[in-house]
Nanobody, 117 residues
Framework: QVQLVESGGGLVQPGGSLRLSCAAS????????MAWYRQAPGKQRELVAS???????NYADSVNGRFTISRDNAKHTVYLQMNNLKPEDTAVYYC???????????WGQGTQVTVSS
């Protein structure tokens, strides 16, 4: 059974930091590209950051320089370190796993991040 379980969301003040984690199970984690997406109320889901099986990373312009994605293949976990958070970062953050060659794709249930004073 495939599972992606996100944790680490919450309420933080502008300028603060959070670290999201996504624990994966039920599939070959090491050969999947892992990513974080987010969806704010009334907006489409958007890609925040991704990391390939060879550790190549990609970031949305809006978070580049503030967020860092990383993965631990031994722990089957992907992380998103979010620094200097802004109110516009408020959204539900989703973990995503995708195998590029086959299109096999999985989603987590999401974790809420709220940036507010």
């Amino acid at each position: 059974q495939v599972q992606l379980v996100e944790s680490g969301g919450g309420l933080v003040q502008p300028g603060g930091s959070l670290r999201l984690s996504c624990a994966a199970s039920g599939f070959r984690f090491s050969i999947h590209t892992m990513a974080w997406y987010r969806q704010a109320p009334g907006k489409q889901r958007e890609l925040v950051a991704s990391i390939t099986e060879i550790q190549r990373t990609n970031y949305a312009d809006s978070v580049n320089g503030r967020f860092t994605i990383s993965r631990d293949n031994a722990k089957h976990t992907v992380y998103l370190q979010m620094n200097n958070l802004k109110p516009e970062d408020t959204a539900v953050y989703y973990c995503n796993a995708k195998r590029p060659l086959t299109g096999e794709e999985y989603w987590g249930q999401g974790t809420q991040v709220t940036v507010s004073s």
